[in-house]
């Protein structure tokens, strides 16, 4: 998969590929004058694309003082190409080029980047993308904790096992499997009988025809699963593999991308703007942020450009 999306996002880099990915896009989405729009777009559509490729590659190359700066515009920029492919006069506002997001300016002495919270904003470009790529109109509170958003990142689980003896995921599938297998013990963490539990579970599996076993329930997953699918499955980049979320305290109507994004923002704000909390966690007196915040920018370095590169294939398929 990853071999193809980097092959995929080569490929548009130029103004005849571009176009044609936009046109494709365009007609799927029964956008009047469809050619049109794509010739005009092109050029904007493959330099989004190839400077925020080049974002990421120079991030890659960078001491960790600097990755989240490059990191964060890489990713804006290739959202902003998933949103030109969908929607031909973006940006329509300047609301839209805000980052949709806020954050305390000032870090307490005491500060903790886990437990540490960034506030939602109605306009930016933040809500704009949740709603147009992903269809989230509202988030669950305004204001989310970066804890939160980390434990949503299968990639990231084994450290929070290290660090605090509990797994926040399970593995359900192989991402070309056929049925989802839930561990029975999901049942007591979320306080549900089995039959309750695979009815929340029905949108993505058909609960009418279980498999039991001794620990673990299966059951046919109702169409083939998408990466890009919101919640309550994450996608595991390095082993394939989706999992499931072992407590109900994740954000389940969202999507992986949106929380990246965000974690992204929190720490380009403090890398900017909090310099000596952040030279003093990378270069002096470490704390427990500090492998979680290191291990999230090598998962978000590869894992970002495979979303949104497989996001943007869909579009042009």
């Given at each position: 998969?990853?071999?193809?999306?980097?092959?995929?996002?080569?490929?548009?880099?130029?103004?005849?590929?571009?176009?044609?990915?936009?046109?494709?896009?365009?007609?799927?989405?029964?956008?009047?004058?469809?050619?049109?729009?794509?010739?005009?777009?092109?050029?904007?559509?493959?330099?989004?694309?190839?400077?925020?490729?080049?974002?990421?590659?120079?991030?890659?190359?960078?001491?960790?003082?600097?990755?989240?700066?490059?990191?964060?515009?890489?990713?804006?920029?290739?959202?902003?190409?998933?949103?030109?492919?969908?929607?031909?006069?973006?940006?329509?506002?300047?609301?839209?080029?805000?980052?949709?997001?806020?954050?305390?300016?000032?870090k307490r002495r005491d500060y903790?980047?886990?437990?540490?919270?960034?506030?939602?904003?109605?306009?930016?470009?933040?809500?704009?993308?949740?709603?147009?790529?992903?269809?989230?109109?509202?988030?669950?509170?305004?204001?989310?904790?970066?804890?939160?958003?980390?434990?949503?990142?299968?990639?990231?689980?084994?450290?929070?096992?290290?660090?605090?003896?509990?797994?926040?995921?399970?593995?359900v599938a192989i991402r070309q499997?056929?049925?989802?297998?839930?561990?029975?013990?999901?049942?007591d963490s979320y306080h549900l009988?089995?039959?309750?539990?695979?009815?929340?579970?029905?949108?993505?599996?058909?609960?009418?025809?279980?498999?039991?076993?001794?620990?673990?329930?299966?059951?046919?997953?109702?169409?083939?699963?998408?990466?890009?699918?919101?919640?309550?499955?994450?996608?595991?980049?390095?082993?394939?593999?989706?999992?499931?979320?072992?407590?109900?305290?994740?954000?389940?109507?969202?999507?992986?991308?949106?929380?990246?994004?965000?974690?992204?923002?929190?720490?380009?704000?403090?890398?900017?703007?909090?310099?000596?909390?952040?030279?003093?966690?990378?270069?002096?007196?470490?704390?427990?942020?500090?492998?979680?915040?290191?291990?999230?920018?090598?998962?978000?370095?590869?894992?970002?450009?495979?979303?949104?590169?497989?996001?943007?294939?869909?579009?042009?398929?």
């Open positions: 998969m990853k071999k193809n999306i980097e092959l995929f996002l080569a490929y548009i880099q130029s103004a005849e590929t571009a176009q044609k990915c936009l046109y494709t896009s365009y007609q799927k989405l029964s956008i009047k004058d469809a050619q049109k729009h794509s010739y005009a777009n092109c050029y904007q559509f493959f330099y989004y694309i190839q400077h925020g490729l080049l974002y990421y590659q120079t991030g890659k190359h960078s001491p960790v003082v600097t990755q989240p700066l490059f990191y964060f515009y890489g990713m804006t920029h290739l959202i902003k190409a998933c949103l030109l492919a969908k929607i031909p006069d973006y940006p329509a506002s300047t609301s839209l080029l805000a980052h949709g997001l806020s954050t305390r300016k000032r903790e980047f886990l437990q540490d919270e960034v506030k939602i904003q109605q306009k930016g470009l933040f809500p704009f993308f949740a709603t147009q790529l992903f269809q989230v109109q509202r988030w669950q509170s305004d204001k989310v904790q970066m804890a939160t958003l980390l434990k949503s990142i299968p990639e990231m689980d084994p450290l929070f096992f290290m660090h605090t003896k509990q797994t926040n995921m399970v593995k499997d056929t049925n989802f297998t839930f561990p029975t013990h999901l049942l009988s089995q039959g309750r539990f695979l009815s929340k579970l029905s949108p993505y599996i058909d609960p009418n025809k279980i498999k039991l076993a001794d620990r673990s329930i299966s059951c046919p997953i109702r169409q083939s699963f998408s990466i890009l699918e919101k919640g309550p499955f994450f996608y595991h980049m390095d082993e394939d593999s989706i999992y499931f979320p072992t407590k109900n305290r994740l954000p389940h109507d969202s999507h992986e991308i949106m929380h990246h994004y965000i974690l992204l923002y929190n720490l380009s704000m403090i890398a900017r703007y909090e310099t000596e909390w952040w030279g003093d966690l990378l270069h002096g007196n470490p704390t427990k942020d500090y492998p979680f915040i290191k291990s999230f920018l090598e998962v978000t370095s590869d894992k970002m450009p495979l979303y949104i590169g497989h996001y943007l294939q869909t579009l042009c398929e």
